[in-house]
């Protein structure tokens, strides 16, 4: 059985629909709009909430992992930290450690922002990188102490973006636990389990910059 050749210019049409229909899929939005977007919202929870963390501090954690856990990208974040223990870990073990992380960002985050007081944010101008998959974005949040700087490292997932890594007034989070880790398990002689268990990321001196 002979098939006939579809049209030259029908062939041509359909495979551009198709290109497009994927570069539309595939283009999330503007690194700096999705920043803007997820910092919005979490601004406005805090203006609306902000006696309520005063009183307690527990609700600025629920705050933090409301509204900023969805778009952190966990797994690749805990990988960069556990660094070059990441391959010896067992997919329990890094199932554990991602969890203990986790809980450690998000309180990280909110001792951060607990000095901000409604004042204002900014972001900064944005420069592209040479890899589309891949941005970097800086803001400042003003409070009455001064300016809190938080720089995004984020990582494209599918139709949006993922944070892969946080610098959080001045201080790279990322960098700062993984350091802790190694050290915590050199400390406990090489075992894994131990020093996943006895990890205790801080970023104290974040709040002392």
Do not use: C, H
């Amino acid at each position: 059985m002979k098939f006939k050749a579809l049209p030259t210019t029908l062939s041509a049409s359909m495979l551009a629909a198709m290109v497009a229909s994927t570069s539309v899929q595939a283009a999330p939005e503007p690194a700096p709009v999705f920043v803007k977007r997820i910092s919005d919202t979490l601004v406005d929870r805090l203006v609306k909430e902000r006696a309520n963390y005063q009183k307690n501090p527990a609700v600025l954690n629920t705050i933090v992992k409301e509204n900023i856990e969805p778009y952190v990208d966990f797994e690749g974040f805990a990988r960069g930290v556990m660094g070059q223990y990441y391959r010896q870990a067992t997919p329990a073990q890094r199932t554990t450690f991602t969890q203990t992380f986790r809980q450690s960002l998000i309180r990280t985050y909110a001792k951060g922002l607990a000095a901000y007081n409604n004042e204002s944010y900014s972001i900064r101008p944005f420069t592209p990188g040479r890899d589309p998959s891949k941005a970097v974005v800086s803001m400042d949040f003003k409070t009455s102490n001064g300016t809190i700087p938080v720089t995004y490292q984020l990582i494209q997932s599918g139709e949006s973006w993922k944070v892969r890594n946080v610098s959080l007034n001045g201080i790279d989070i990322g960098l700062t636990f993984r350091n802790q880790f190694s050290s915590t398990v050199q400390s406990n002689k090489g075992n894994l389990d131990n020093a996943i268990k006895n990890f205790t990321p801080s970023a104290d001196a974040a709040g002392n910059r």
